[in-house]
């Protein structure tokens, strides 16, 4: 222990700065394992939570096969009560209205899942028996009475805080008739079913609901608890079987947590980008650790040597870079983690506006923090194992060299073999990825890793090529030292690997986050301007009837009005599978007057226009390009909807590019919606302004004539993109950071590595001083050996960038069905090489400077 | 008693296409308490006979029989503990780790041993004392001169009551009064704690204070000196002036 105490704990000590720079890597890596573990775990939980306090308790929920929002009559209820096993049945409507006084919000609230109008969710419940499924707490006042027509109303009380509610007011919702009256009796608390709409959310006895939305005896849900108080998953599945065969295919009998999963999965897409970046950071981070080592080991070659000729085993030299090591990597951890629940603490912010979900009871699982400290050692440990036993190997007569001539090693001198097949194995795996679904993600990473390690390999055997080519330019340059530089590059092959390694990962994460987002932007950009059409955007925080329709339509000023209209619908595959998706239904041609759809593929020879026509014809439908890609589905294909009729096919005439609801969308016509969805009502409208009239006008008209009596939501096209796009540059500015990360530790591996060879260098630059070389040369000097690295880490990091972007956009396409054009933003990758080659001169000035401070009798005497 | 013996050790070194022999069929031995100079021209195999006297190369032929141990016979591990606890060397370029105080670097082949610096106070004050180091004892390297680092490898190299002491031309880096101090340290532990020595040099003045002097000309023992008890150094010296003299002719 006395030992490992001088031995380990005195150089840690005797060198902060040194140990700073190794375990930086250990920090990072940590710090961002655990910061998106954390908020990851924070999003999903939120989210799940979100749908389990909708349902609180039940077992089971039953809902109306068709999701046309029009709900099914209550006398099912009889018909369920008939199966055995039920223990509570709780039926509940649900709408969504404003109160008569609320001002519609000024502009619409995106998030992941969609558009958030806003507006106050109502849910008609059964009193009685609705406490035994879902959670209400009451914070003032009384819960609603058992009478099922009593005009009352509880609401969560912050929503009421809000709009200036106080106990015993009466509250005025607007309804499709007018105005009606609730008295409110008490305040629920924003948690359990009180969490819905955001809070925005309140409970009105059912049958009171009922009357005022005109849904007699309707309902859109019955939630059921099973009659077992500790009911297996299987005894549950036999009362879901049961139920649904009694109710018939008309009704659909689910677990309460499958309406979250959907969400769960959209929530998976950004969580695969961000793990992959994490464990991007964790490699950078080992790469990091193992290049400290390295140069530890070379750098105390004659320390170890000297050890060795005192009497110390290989064994013990090895176990002393270990410990050293695991004391590192420890201090590391702890640093990261609390580092983590910083960056946490900002990741969450970031993924509040991508999912528009409240996650400020973020908490820190303490599996989490243990498992990122674990990861956090153990790569310490795997990355210091190499070094260690080179440290061992080192004989003890390298101590009575004069100076540490280390020999070229395997690595050196064979490396680039073993980097040729690794290069061409990971590439071919990528590009062929043969992996099954739910190990892709993981042997992909593995792929990718072993695609760095192949450029890694082939390094040391290509910087002479390199110095050779760019000799004459450094010269050029920085002069003669630059040439002396640029020599320099050769002769520590190893650490000028590493290096190269670095910036190389940093750059080629820069290129893969640029491409990805400019791909996905580019595509998202021309959808949007599609989706969001027109020149005004008119929604409600109701469904609008389509009186409204001619009315916008009379303004002055518009020239078209499109209303469309989303719902949820089934679907079959060709192998006759049920799937859920979102059904878009517009006016084909009023639609194609304000906007257009982005075709992706028609039929042969067939025209868009003659596509459009086909689906004002009817029974004609659109698909995503998703799910085209996704099913095999192609135009002239046929597709089988659920309507209120049953099973119906469709002829598909065209596939769009469409990414809302994750890319699951079908695009019909206004008439076959009426006809067979029976639904007549809009969720928005896009208005199109006569050229020359401006925009701002029209939509002031429209929001002083209509806005209040409709409560509507008017805003200009241009005011929303350019909300989505500050959206989603704050959602990608998250990969930024990490992109960030990468290159502050290439940065760092530089400065590194630099700052060691000039201090193995101190005599030799004492020399050269003391020949004539001026300080500035010895400057430059520097310079030129680091701006040497920059420019093959930039060049080798940006053709692996474009390789990697390219590759990923295949795979996600293949794993998801988002297809993606590849986009390369030439600006982005002259703009990645020209950063590699900057952060290489900055991080060269504080080496460069040292080299430059040297005092030539002190660098003489040395030793 | 012999400590150490040399039996027709040769080495070879593999260079490009031909082959130098640094050693070729040396034979060599020295008793108990004994102080032995080694002698020769540069380039004739000093420093390589010394590293595998201490084991820390092996030989290409030929067997070292090192405190009753016969080192063909170890293997890196075992070669290594025989060094640890029967050798201790000094070189030129003193080889101290920057981060320990005098003390630590003189107590660190105990530490490596797994012992407890502690139970050796009495030998560290001896050879601090030895080496008259004790008011220097907590200071770094880096604060001491070259000579009294040179001290402090030397009194590194005792601690362990070594079989051998090896020292490589360790008055090299000195000035002449600062090596002859060090020699004379080393002449004090051979008389007084009866440290048997071997020391290579170039220095005349420094092989004075041998025993016996061997000198090495192209891988072999060409001559050998010893010197009588009654001489004093400079008739010593003169006497190893003159071997070398005749050596060249
Ligand atoms: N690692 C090596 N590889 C090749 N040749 C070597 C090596 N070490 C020593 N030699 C050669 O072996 C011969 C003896 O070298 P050695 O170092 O023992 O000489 P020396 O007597 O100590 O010389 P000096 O007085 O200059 O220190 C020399 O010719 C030298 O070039
Ligand atoms: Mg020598």
């Not at chain 1, 001002?103 to 035994?132: H, Y």
Request: hydrophobic share 45%; net charge negative; with cysteine.
């Amino acid at each position: 222990m006395t030992l490992t105490r001088l031995l380990i704990l005195r150089s840690i000590k005797e060198r902060p700065l040194r140990m700073l720079l190794s375990s930086f890597g250990i920090i990072l890596g940590v710090a961002s394992i655990l910061a998106i573990g954390v908020t990851n775990q924070a999003a999903l939980e939120s989210v799940t939570r979100l749908f389990a306090d909708t349902s609180g308790k039940s077992s089971l929920i039953i809902t109306s096969a068709d999701s046309d929002g029009q709900g099914f009559n209550d006398n099912i209820m009889g018909r369920a009560d008939r199966v055995a096993g039920i223990g509570v049945m709780a039926p509940s409507l649900s709408v969504t209205t404003v109160l008569a006084e609320e001002l519609p919000p000024t502009e619409i609230a995106f998030s992941m899942f969609g558009m958030d109008q806003g507006g106050l969710s109502l849910m008609g419940i059964d009193p009685q028996v609705d406490g035994q499924v879902r959670e209400y707490e009451l914070v003032n006042g009384r819960f609603l009475s058992e009478r099922l027509d009593d005009e009352e109303i509880v609401l969560v009380e912050t929503f009421a805080i809000e709009q200036n509610l106080t106990l015993n007011d009466w509250v005025e919702i607007t309804t499709p008739y007018g105005i009606d009256k609730l008295r409110l009796v008490g305040l629920i608390a924003e948690e359990g079913a009180g969490r819905q709409n955001n809070g925005a959310f309140g409970v009105v006895p059912l049958e009171t609901l009922q009357k005022y939305f005109d849904r007699n005896r309707s309902l859109d849900q019955i939630d059921v608890v099973i009659d077992k108080p500790d009911a297996s998953s299987a005894d549950v599945q036999q009362l879901k079987n049961a139920l649904q065969q009694a109710l018939g295919t008309d009704y659909a009998v689910l677990f309460p947590a499958s309406q979250g999963e959907r969400v769960v999965q959209m929530l998976g897409n950004y969580q695969i980008g961000l793990n992959f970046l994490s464990g991007m950071a964790l490699f950078v981070g080992a790469f990091l650790i193992y290049n400290a080592f390295s140069m530890t080991v070379v750098e105390r070659t004659r320390e170890f040597g000297m050890l060795r000729t005192v009497g110390m085993t290989r064994r013990q030299v090895t176990r002393q870079v270990m410990l050293e090591a695991s004391v590192l990597g420890l201090i590391g951890s702890a640093i990261g983690i609390g580092l983590g629940i910083f960056l946490a603490r900002g990741l969450s912010v970031v993924m509040e506006v991508v999912l528009g979900q409240d996650l400020s009871r973020i908490e820190l699982p303490i599996d989490l923090v243990i498992i990122s400290g674990l990861v956090g050692l153990i790569v310490t440990l795997f990355a210091a194992a190499i070094p260690a036993w080179q440290a061992g190997k080192i004989s003890p007569l390298e101590a009575l060299r004069i100076r540490g001539i280390s020999k070229e090693g395997w690595f050196i001198s064979d490396g680039w073999k073993v980097g040729i097949a690794l290069l061409l194995v990971s590439t071919a795996l990528l590009l062929w990825n043969p992996f099954p679904y739910d190990a892709q993600f993981r042997l992909g990473s593995v792929a990718v890793i072993a695609l760095f390690f192949g450029g890694t390999f082939m390094i040391p055997s290509s910087v002479t090529y390199w110095e050779r080519g760019m000799r004459g330019i450094m010269r050029r340059l920085y002069g003669n030292s630059g040439l002396i530089g640029s020599l320099n590059l050769e002769r520590s092959k190893m650490r000028t690997t590493l290096t190269v390694a670095a910036l190389m990962i940093g750059v080629s994460m820069m290129i893969v986050v640029w491409t990805m987002t400019e791909s996905f932007k580019g595509d998202l950009e021309e959808w949007l301007d599609g989706y969001i059409g027109g020149d005004i955007y008119v929604t409600s925080s109701v469904n609008m009837r389509t009186d409204l329709w001619q009315r916008l339509q009379s303004v002055e000023g518009v020239q078209a009005v499109a209303p469309v209209r989303y719902f949820e619908v089934k679907w079959y595959t060709p192998d006759g599978a049920e799937e859920d998706g979102l059904f878009m239904a517009v006016e084909p041609l009023a639609y194609n007057e304000v906007t257009s759809f982005v075709f992706d593929q028609t039929d042969n020879g067939v025209s868009e226009e003659a596509a459009l026509l086909e689906m004002e014809g009817g029974d004609t439908i659109f698909v995503s390009s998703v799910m085209a890609e996704k099913y095999g589905l192609s135009p002239g294909d046929s597709l089988e909807l659920f309507t209120k009729t049953g099973k119906r096919p469709f002829v598909i005439g065209a596939v769009v590019v469409d990414f809302y609801n994750n890319g699951l969308v079908i695009d019909g016509s206004w008439a076959d919606m009426r006809r067979h969805f029976r639904l007549n009502d809009a969720n928005a409208y896009m208005v199109k302004v006569n050229e020359g009239i401006s925009i701002d006008t029209v939509k002031a008209d429209i929001d002083d004539l209509f806005g209040d009596r409709y409560h509507l939501i008017v805003e200009s096209n241009l005011a929303i993109q350019e909300r989505v796009n500050v959206l989603m540059d704050q959602a990608y500015s998250m990969f930024d950071i990490l992109a960030l990360i990468a290159m502050l530790v290439a940065f760092l591996g530089i400065t590194n590595t630099l700052t060691m060879n000039v201090m193995e260098r101190i005599r030799e630059i004492g020399m050269l001083r003391s020949i004539g070389m001026s300080r500035g040369q010895v400057i430059l000097m520097v310079l030129a050996e680091a701006g040497l690295m920059g420019v093959i880490g930039g060049v080798v990091g940006v053709i692996f960038g474009i390789l990697l972007s390219r590759i990923f956009l295949l795979s996600m396409t293949a794993m998801s069905g988002y297809k993606l054009e590849f986009i390369l933003p030439i600006s982005r990758v002259v703009m990645g090489f020209l950063i590699a080659v900057i952060i290489a001169h900055i991080a060269a000035v504080f080496p460069a400077n040292r080299a430059a401070k040297v005092d030539i009798m002190e660098a003489i005497h040395q030793d | 008693m012999s400590v150490l013996t040399a039996e027709s050790l040769t080495r070879q070194y593999q260079l490009g296409g031909h082959v130098v022999n640094a050693l070729a069929g040396v034979d060599f031995s020295v008793s108990e308490g004994e102080f032995v100079g080694i002698m020769g021209p540069s380039g004739s195999g000093k420093s390589t006979l010394l590293h595998l006297l201490g084991g820390l190369d092996k030989p290409s032929d030929g067997e070292i029989t090192l405190a009753g141990n016969k080192l063909s016979l170890l293997n890196d591990k075992e070669t290594t503990l025989v060094r640890r606890h029967n050798v201790g060397f000094v070189f030129q370029f003193y080889n101290l780790l920057p981060t320990l105080s005098a003390e630590e670097n003189i107590l660190l082949p105990i530490l490596i041993d797994g012992k407890d610096g502690k139970q050796y106070q009495k030998r560290l004050d001896t050879v601090l004392k030895l080496v008259g180091l004790e008011s220097r004892r907590s200071h770094k390297p880096d604060q001491l001169s070259g000579g009294e680092q040179q001290r402090v490898s030397i009194a590194r190299a005792m601690i362990t009551e070594p079989a051998i002491v090896l020292a490589d031309e360790p008055t090299g880096n000195l000035d002449s009064k600062t090596g002859k101090i060090i020699m004379e340290l080393l002449r004090r532990s051979c008389d007084e704690l009866g440290q048997t020595i071997i020391v290579v040099t170039h220095d005349p003045r420094a092989a004075a204070y041998a025993d016996r002097v061997v000198f090495l000309q192209d891988g072999v023992v060409a001559s050998q000196i010893a010197f009588s008890e009654l001489d004093d150094l400079a008739v010593r010296r003169q006497t190893v002036i003159d071997a070398m003299v005749e050596l060249e002719a």
